[in-house]
């Protein structure tokens, strides 16, 4: 099983970035899929859940920083998540992650997801 982010780089503040996630191995249709980021010096924190209500329904939990700003999307036939950020601050830079975790969950906590991508850095100029 391996996530694969993209997308990160270098923008200037107020502009957008998109970021990608590539799930491979096991269909993650179902899971709960999340974004969390990481500041220099900083724990890694939640910043947006994309999780599975049943048919094809998915419902959205956003980070109180990040909403009216960011949005969340998922491809399932690509097996891949999407985290679209504009109107993005200096406080935004992070190291972003992507990660999964079975069945439909509202969880918050770093700790109990159970897949991580490698990571993908998004720095903000001023």
């Known amino acids: 099983v391996q996530l694969v982010e993209s997308g990160g780089g270098l923008v200037q503040a107020g502009g957008s970035v998109r970021l990608s996630c590539a799930a491979s191995?096991?269909?993650?249709?179902?899971?709960?899929m999340a974004w969390f980021r990481q500041g220099p010096g900083k724990e890694r924190k939640f910043v947006v859940i994309?999780?599975?209500?049943?048919?094809?329904?998915?419902?959205?939990d956003l980070a109180d920083s990040v909403k009216g700003r960011f949005t969340v999307s998922r491809d399932n036939a690509k097996n891949t998540v999407y985290l679209q950020m504009n109107s993005l601050k200096p406080e935004d830079t992070a190291v972003y992650y992507c990660?999964?975790?079975?069945?439909?969950?509202?969880?918050?906590?770093?700790?109990?997801?159970?897949?991580w991508g490698q990571g993908t850095q998004v720095t903000v100029s001023s």
């Open positions: 990660a999964a975790k079975d069945g439909n969950s509202r969880e918050t906590r770093a700790s109990v997801y159970d897949y």
């Open positions: 191995g096991r269909d993650f249709s179902t899971s709960t």
């Open positions: 994309i999780r599975w209500i049943g048919g094809s329904r998915y419902y959205v």
